[in-house]
């Protein structure tokens, strides 16, 4: 028994601990709860494996709440995103709520509020507010509006809501602690006077609630027992504790209790919206789903699996204290399962011609080539085999050094899965540039013949694709978007001088035709390069295959 709560991460033993207090098992419930003001990223992906992982371990109900209180940065698209990331990732929530179901509700326990003295109405602007909230180390200055007559906050109240005030003209404020060490707890805003359109409720409302009021009431509410934010607002729990004791709902059966824990940052990557967002808008990246943006509606286009995502959070943990964590962690996580379940294939992306001079003209010939040798399941292809073929560029030069174990003139290779061939000589361009090699072939050392032939050891192993029976392959390779660890570490500095220019490389080259059965997200291995995936851009005439991740970790190297 000792060895399981060892086991247990520190919400788990909140929990176990509360359970074993008395709080009966039914009344657990979670939510994740994302605002809709943008495509949810891989911090998103830990709170949604961690709330949705408790309802799963504990047999939990688990709610996917919208907190849309900010109509002008919300939008039905990113709630429309938001869904199909979480069904994505492989959860089904209990119950699709919306802050602004509560907005009536919400109101009404306000109005409530001004009629018990905890609410007032406030004219200052904003810059005068914060400067009378002074510093936590000395008291703030009351409001001269602070001991308004609740007749006359009710009427401004109802002006406020009736839009007859400008926007940022007057708020509404609880009245707590202007002496409090917690700046959240110095009178903070509870309304504030919006005229915008909202996505639910359309022009219905002119004022709309702040988050930590709306909050913790919609937890309440809906039963939550277990509010997990990120660490950030910790400092805002005694804030949440004390709007949920202004208000009771009869029946309910218990009060919703705020715990906090370590955001998920990763390396070489950002997760604020409003820098995401300029990175859309500025055109550094093609949309939210761009395969470089660390969103998972980017990551799955780049051929991440959720299994992968949900493997890296679950390597991570929950802790306590901030900390960003090795992309190299989330890099690992997908070539695990993509090693195991890839087909592997044969792309050449700067192809060089290869004329095997004995081999017949127009002659085709079929070669079986396993589809995945750590899957016994996977089966096998048929990959054309033809006098012309494409290596790649860089597999081949004309004199090499002694380390050097790819094609050479009056050197021997492999093509994989095929035969032994020998360079003889080039035909260059003009300008000097190899356009051509033409090479024999041994036709006794067909791989998988069975000949003493076909044993016949040499140092390297090419792949290939006809040059005749191919299709044409949009390669998009894909890197880190930026080129330090913490491109927002630096509050003055802007974070876009930190973008990698070399993030996108885009190459034209040809595979095996095998590949036109592929489907939009198929991901596969092409021998040597990488694993990439089918990209939505492909058209019957062009496939574009995405690099999710190099075949082996190559950055820490080239970096270090």
Known sequence: MEEEKKSLNFIEQIIEDDLANGMPKENLRFRFPPEPNGYLHIGHAKAICLNFGL???YGAPVNLRFDDTNPAKEEQEFVDSIREDVKW???????????????????????????????????????????????????????????????ENLELFEKMKNGEFEEGSHVLRAK??????????????MYRVLKRPHHRTGDTWKIYPMYDWTHGESDYIEGISHSLCSLEFKNHRDLYNWYKDQVEIPGQPQKPKQREFARGNVSYMITSKRKLMKLVEEGVVTGWDDPRMPTISGLR????????????????????????????????????????????????????????????????????????????NAGSRMVPFTREIYIERDDFMEEAPKKFFRLSLGNEVRLKGAYIIKAERVEKDAEGNITTIYATYDA?????????????????????????????????EYDRLFTVEAPDAEKDVDFLQFVNPNSLTVKQGFAEPALKEAKVEDKFQFQRIGYFALDKDSTADKLVFNRTVTLKDTWTKINK
């Open 301 to 376: 286009r780049r051929g991440y699996t959720a299994e992968a995502i949900r493997n890296f959070w679950d390597k991570a943990g929950i802790a306590k204290r901030d900390n960003v964590l090795d992309i190299s962690l989330l890099e690992f996580s997908i070539r695990e399962i993509l090693n195991k379940t890839a087909p592997r294939v044969m792309a050449v992306v700067d192809p060089i011609k290869v004329v095997i001079e004995n081999y017949p003209e127009g002659q085709v010939e079929e070669l079986t080539l396993e589809n995945n040798p750590e899957d016994e």
């Open 55 to 57: 309802g799963e371990k």
């Open 89 to 151: 990732m492989g959860f089904e929530w209990a119950e699709e709520r919306y802050a602004s179901d509560y907005f009536q509700q919400l109101y009404d326990w306000a109005v409530q509020m001004i009629k018990d003295g905890k609410a007032y109405v406030e004219d200052q602007s904003s810059e005068l507010i914060n400067e009378q909230r002074k510093t936590p180390f000395e008291p703030g200055i009351e409001s001269p509006n602070r001991n308004r007559s609740v007749e």
């Open 444 to 476: 006794d050392t067909k791989s998988g013949s069975g000949s003493e032939a076909s044993k016949r050891k040499v140092k390297g192993t090419l792949h290939w694709v006809s040059a005749t029976e191919n299709i044409p392959v949009e390669v998009r």
């Open 176 to 189: 707590i602690d202007m002496t409090s060490p917690n700046m959240n707890m110095r009178d903070p805003v």
